[in-house]
C-alpha cells in the first residue's frame, strides 16, 4: 500500500529557510504527478507546488520564486526547499499523489480532490 511522509517542519524566523521532504513506499515517484499542500488554522487546504510525471514543476503565484519543488530518484523522495519564509506560510505541510488516469499534456490539478495517498502533513511556523 502506497504511503507518503513528511518531514523536515520547523518554526523559523521570517526570511528564513526550510528543506522538506516526502518520503514515499509502496509507489515510484516518477511516475506519479507528486504535490506539496498546506493548511492554515482555520483555512481550506491550499495548492502549494507540483511536479508533472514528466517532471515539471508548477507552483501557487505567492511562492514563486522562493519555493522549489524537485524529485530525488534514488531516495524516492520529494522535497519541497522553502525561502524567503514570510509569517502567512506557517501551516501543516503536505504531500499528496496525484489521482490517475492522467490527460497528456495537461497541467497539475490544484484541487484537493485531485489527489490522494494523503501524508499526516509536517507543520511550518514562521515567526515574524
Known amino acids: 500500500q502506497a504511503q507518503l511522509v513528511e518531514s523536515g517542519g520547523d518554526w523559523v524566523q521570517a526570511g528564513g529557510s526550510l528543506r522538506l521532504t516526502c518520503a514515499a513506499s509502496?509507489?515510484?515517484?516518477?511516475?506519479?504527478?507528486m504535490a506539496w499542500f498546506r493548511q492554515a488554522p482555520g483555512q481550506e487546504r491550499e495548492f502549494v507546488a507540483a511536479l508533472n510525471y514528466d517532471g515539471s514543476p508548477h507552483y501557487r503565484d505567492s511562492v514563486k520564486g522562493r519555493f522549489t519543488i524537485s524529485r530525488d530518484i534514488d531516495q524516492n523522495a520529494v522535497n519541497l526547499q522553502l525561502s524567503t519564509l514570510q509569517p502567512e506560510d506557517t501551516a501543516v505541510y503536505y504531500c499528496a499523489m496525484g489521482r490517475p488516469p492522467y490527460r497528456l499534456g495537461a497541467d497539475p490539478g490544484t484541487s484537493p480532490t485531485d489527489y490522494t495517498n494523503w501524508g499526516r502533513g509536517t507543520q511550518v511556523t514562521v515567526s515574524s
Open positions: 509502496g509507489l515510484t515517484v516518477s511516475k506519479y504527478i
